[in-house]
């Protein structure tokens, strides 16, 4: 396994010579810059962004040199990210793929082999497709209204009233939370949709985020490198 010395991405997105649309996503959960290759791959970014049980992640994150029947192949990790599930933690190493179409028999052996040494490593290897990540139209509303508020500044009066909620009263609406961190609709909404994008807010990802729907406030994480390196 070959990985950054800086524990970054592995490759850089540069040159004009992919197949797909590329770039680069700054975290606010993580305060990497995350290259992309691909739809598949910009929505994990965003979809790892949003969910409150993803604690880190990284994309591009190893290089994988292994064997395969009798040749010696390379896997580069598209997306490796943090997730605790019911206080457990699992590391999922990713492949990207725009649909079924893109996984042929050669690529599903190396995909097996990849699989052989993450399960001997105890973590999870999966292969998720654009249609497993962008979901419904109702997922796709919120990837986009949501995100976009990723770089909104955040005061510091703001986050101490979004932990004073976080410790006394965490299961609220999300009319409450916009309405407790700003008394504009507007400032609000988006303020709550930064929080959320710093993984402090728990929802229903697949539901249209509205003032009605319930929303559960997260504690700050204090996040130990479970990936090694």
Known sequence: ???AE?????????GDGHRHYTGEEHSQKTGRS???DGATEHALIIESELRSDVWTYRTQAFRLRLLVGVSVR????????HVRVDGVDVVEAIECKP???????????VQTA???????????HRVLYLRDVEGSGERQVNFGEIYARQTRHV???VL?????MCDEKPDVTFRDLREALHSDRVMGTSLAHAMICRGRVQFDLDRYLFDPMPVRLVPAKICTDVFGF
Request: with cysteine; glycine share 10%.
């Open 155 to 157: 005061p510091e009066d």
């Open 114 to 124: 990849v699989g052989a040494v993450m399960r001997g490593m105890g973590w999870r």
């Open 99 to 109: 649909n079924l179409s893109f996984l042929d028999d050669d690529e599903r052996a």
């Open 34 to 36: 995350n290259p992309y």
């Open 6 to 14: 800086d524990g970054g991405p592995i490759r850089t997105i540069v």
């Open 160 to 164: 101490d009233v979004f932990d004073r």
């Open 74 to 81: 390379e896997w580069i990790c598209d997306h490796l990210r």
């Open 1 to 3: 396994m070959f990985v």
